[in-house]
């Protein structure tokens, strides 16, 4: 896929080489490949000289994996094997992983002595808050960025942020979460007495009572109790959790801070990236560049779709399954692999294959009655159906190649016209493309890869 | 109920079940829970109020209704219903006690959404039949559903009586019996299937009665591995000279990236199948729904749910 000139490069290097670039934010809606990205760009900016520590938040624990490690904890663990580029020597890499309760635990210990943090960590109410609450991870990677920034052990620290629908999240929740903490309601909740005395406090006082009441009611009064304890307790310790929240969130806007959001290029994860985009420039925070990521390429764009389905068509006439739609499955006839198939009995299209046992309505064939062969115990699961000779017959084999490469040209051109629906709302924000590595990323090796291509040095995927 | 990992097609397949059921004459309530209208989205319908709504009547005579369930109106609605609060509810929503009540207790919101749906599936109309054959949910992704769910442990913290306990046992006991089914949507990829894995032992471990899986979004295998294993061989000038014979041109440019691709598309086959072996060991009924390319508009999704049926769903 060629770069459409309308669209400005985003450069990596320059950005990670920057001293004066101190924190990456790498932020994008699920799955997109956040974490992946800020790894690759841990290993990319240390193998360039830098001192890097990369903050992953990623339950799933794969990033120990790849980066060799054999597990990440809340302690920025050093990863081996980080190699000079030849111009510059290496620098460090570190990896943690946020561990939100451990975070919200030291961080209580220390800010109260031993008997005070005691009761904290033991109160009920704190326990569930700590184990998570919606924000609460949001609210202490925040935390976690504030304290590593703080100790100053590190040149650059790249973020990754929480799974999360939204990539508002991570710069909204905390706040919500530190609002919510230190609220009007659950201020007076827990010192109705204290608001009492004051001229006007009267009349919301009988509100209150009802209130209370009612919700002792539904939650049970314990309950509120403990609330009430965390609060007044948390409270005398530090200056508030919105104050906090504030505080990190002033580092986000920091000289020195840059986002990269990332996405895929698709229609709804392109959508949350043009709503950080603009969110980003209303709070004054600087966006370095999208990270366009698992993006197709082909090295043979000068053949069609079209043509490449009408030559297959010639070679080999396509047999259209009964239902045939246009938009699934495109040729069951060359769908000979696979596990799907390893029932084998059918001669038709095998979509019933896997219909449950257990279903009255649908006709029973046999393969229904055996409760279908993949699914017991001794079914040879990954038996293959050997192709007969026939499709490897030249034509065959040819117009297996052109249907594929036409399915990959279709994929490419509806990338391509969700790419350029972001780029006409915002054109003035720099991109970079990586391409879709056939398999997961597993190892170093496949995190210096994916930053080649961060840094626009990979190997493009639509070449000429 | 229908659960998955994040961006799996937990609502989309949710949509086309009920799409399904609708279509064998039943009459089904797909029900929302995370107030983000993805139902009403995906049947191009304006956003849906806090009241079941006919969105669809299907060819068979069946009609799918849909309710976007609000967790603060479901809790007005209790109180109301309880404590006979009058405007009083309204004031407490004002001052944010609703809002408090559910982000301090967590597992009261669930018990409301869940409540919610199982007063659905336990109506019954005047003349004493089930007024809906199904109740559909686009539940929570799999890395929360065990706790959705599992109700009763989540309210063990609070009151031991009242609206909220009793509610929580009457959820837990359509939500244990064979009435109810928690079906996991995922993709051929490594980390939904492990979420899907996962998500099953945690329901298993809880004694929620998990359905089947529905494997999403999948791609069609044109060529396989030893075709392209062979072609990858001593068969270039051959694979060139067909090109040729099919009127492509510049045919000796072609191969190898043809080629390449070929072996891309091989190795994601691959991976694709370990995949499905580590799907076949949760030994379940599995059903299969095609990757549309266009994307899921309301035709793909029917079609998605003739796929369905095709594939017999009747559970
Ligand atoms: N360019 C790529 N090519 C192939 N696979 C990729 C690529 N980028 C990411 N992946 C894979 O996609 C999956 C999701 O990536 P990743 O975990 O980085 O996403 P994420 O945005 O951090 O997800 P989450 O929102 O769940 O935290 C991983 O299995 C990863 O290996
Ligand atoms: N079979 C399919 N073919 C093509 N696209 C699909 C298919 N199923 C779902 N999609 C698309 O994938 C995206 C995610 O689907 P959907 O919203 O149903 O997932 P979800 O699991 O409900 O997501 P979330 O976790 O955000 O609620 C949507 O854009 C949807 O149109
Ligand atoms: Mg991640
Ligand atoms: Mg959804």
Redesign the pocket.
Known sequence: MTVDASAKPLEVDPLIDDPATRIIVCC????????????ALGVRAAERGRHVVVLT????R??AQ?LGIDSLDNTPRRVKGIEGDGESSAGQLHAMMLDMKRTFDEFVEAHADGERARAILDNPFYQSLSAGFAGTQEYMAMEKLGQLRARDEWDLIIV?????RSALDFLDAPKRLGSFLDGKFIKLLVTPAKMGGRAGMKFLNVGMTMMTGTLGKLLGGQLLRDVQTFVSAMDTMFGGFRTRADATYRLLQAPGTAFLV?AAPERDALREAAYFVERLAEEEMPLAGLVL???HGSRAVQLSAERALAAAEILAPEITSENSDGGGIVDQRGGKTGVREATGASPEPPPVSHAPAHNPQHEKTPQDTVRTAHQSDDAPVTTEVVPPPADHTAEHLTAGLLRLHAERMQVLAREQRTRDRFTALHPEVAVVQ?????????DLA?LRA?GD?LAGAGESPAAP | MVSGK?GTGKTTVAAALALALATEGKRTLLVEVEGRQGIAQLFETEALPYEERKIAVASGGGEVFALAIDAERALLDYLQMFYKLGSAGRALKKLGAIDFATTIAPGVRDVLLTGKACEAVRRRTKQGSYAYDYVIMDAPPTGRITRFLNVNDEVAGLAKFGPIYNQAQAVMRVLKSPQTAVHLVTLL???PVQETADGVAELRGADLPVGSVIVNMVRPHLLDEQAVNSAAGDRRTEIAKTLTTAGVSGAAKLVTPLLEQAADHAQRVSLEREQRVALNRLELPSYELPLLSEGVDLAGLYQLSKELRKQGTGT
């Open positions: 994008g809606s699920g799955g997109v490949g956040k974490t992946t990205t800020a790894a938040i990623d339950p799933a794969r990033l790849s990754d942020t929480p799974p999360s990332v990521n698992r993006v990586v391409t879709a590595l056939p398999g997961d990323v597993h496949g994916i291509q | 994040g990829e490594e980390m």
